[in-house]
């Protein structure tokens, strides 16, 4: 099963290649992810919103068995209210109107982390010693931040709270493409599922496809 993953960036592209797809192909599942709007003219990655992920989403669906998304719900453009599960229904029924004929309810997975792909990453702190060395102190704190929420995916995205931010204070070398996914790495999917239910939710909806 051939699944077209449309990613905000290259944490996100990295992620996909080197965790998550270890993990799927073992259940026949192949996903290849695809920055927003590579191929096209102009800027590539960021500047997420529901119709631009609706038409990198679209354009992709004759070429493979399925497609997913996988976006921060921060930063996403035109959000206003709405949670991350409300902005996945409307990027649903946006690309549902470009389909038309061709919709597939069951091959079409839009899917928006909350609220940040660097949640995921305090699934597990001591990760961040294991793969990049990070010191005590720094996973310490970062102990401290995980502590405070019932889940890494609860861990809020204001401007200068985000998880992001947060291993930045930490970690002021940390770079997200090259460590992000060394530490995904470290942790291990078992634990980034046990820990993190939407995104559980979502990998398990994308393992289903291969049965």
């Not at 993953?5 to 026949?28: C, D, M, P, W, Y």
């Not at 096209?40 to 631009?52: K, Y």
């Not at 091959?107 to 982390?113: D, G, I």
């Not at 770079?175 to 046990?194: E, S």
């Amino acid at each position: 099963m051939r699944i077209a993953i449309s990613v905000e960036g290259q944490t996100e592209e990295e992620f996909i290649r080197k965790v998550l797809a270890v993990h799927l192909r073992e259940r026949e599942v192949d996903p290849t992810p695809i920055v927003l709007g590579a191929g096209r003219r102009g800027p590539q990655g960021g500047n997420v919103s529901t119709q631009r992920l609706a038409g990198d989403m679209a354009r992709l669906f004759p070429n493979f068995d399925a497609v997913s998304s996988l976006v921060d719900f921060y930063g996403f453009r035109g959000k206003g209210e709405k949670s991350s599960e409300e902005l996945e229904r409307e990027i649903g029924n946006a690309l549902k109107d470009r389909l038309a004929s061709n919709w597939r309810e069951d091959r079409v997975l839009p899917y928006v982390q909350r609220h940040e792909f660097e949640g995921l990453l305090f699934s597990d702190v001591d990760a961040f010693a294991r793969s990049i060395n990070a010191t005590a102190d720094a996973v310490d704190g970062l102990r401290r931040v995980r502590c405070e929420f019932s889940t890494p995916e609860d861990i809020n995205d204001n401007a200068s709270t985000a998880p992001s931010k947060r291993i930045k204070r930490q970690i002021p070398g940390y770079q997200k493409v090259r460590d992000g996914t060394l530490v995904a790495q470290a942790t291990g999917m078992d634990r980034l599922l046990a820990e993190c239910p939407r995104f559980c939710a979502w990998v398990r909806a994308l393992e289903s496809l291969g049965k």
